[in-house]
């Protein structure tokens, strides 16, 4: 939770001073903006690296397949830098385009999760056939 504030906080803050700058100094404006991105950035991997932490530990304890953590992990990557990459296209005027990189995420979301359907399908049939 403290990471969200962190991220937050280097942003409200970048803003602020990307938009006093650029009024003055459009080029240290832009200077400003990438770097409160890269610490962002910074701060967001320090927390996946936990995250990824956890989930180690639950495949640990529970004997889940490394196959479908690593299937999960993918499906979730997928959708940040799908959001990420959009947001950065709408940012520069171009929806049509931040439209389709939504679309195509969405798609290689939906075909990454396959092989999960697969096996909770293959799950349900064999308990159906017990009972």
Known sequence: MTE???IIGVAFITTFAAVLLKQTKPELSFAVTVTGVIIILL???EALQNTLAVFSSI???TGIENGLLKILI?????GY???FGAGILQD???????????????ITI?????P??????SMMKGFLQLV
């Not at 993918?74 to 997928?78: A, L, R, W």
């Open 43 to 45: 701060f967001i991997v």
């Open 110 to 114: 939906v075909l990454l999760s396959l």
């Open 92 to 106: 520069f005027g171009s929806n049509s385009l931040a439209d389709k990189v939504l679309v195509g995420g969405k």
């Open 81 to 83: 830098l799908t959001e």
């Open 74 to 78: 993918k499906i979730v990557g997928v």
């Open 59 to 61: 495949v640990a304890m």
């Open 4 to 6: 969200l504030f962190k």
């Open 116 to 121: 999960v359907i697969e096996g909770l399908l």
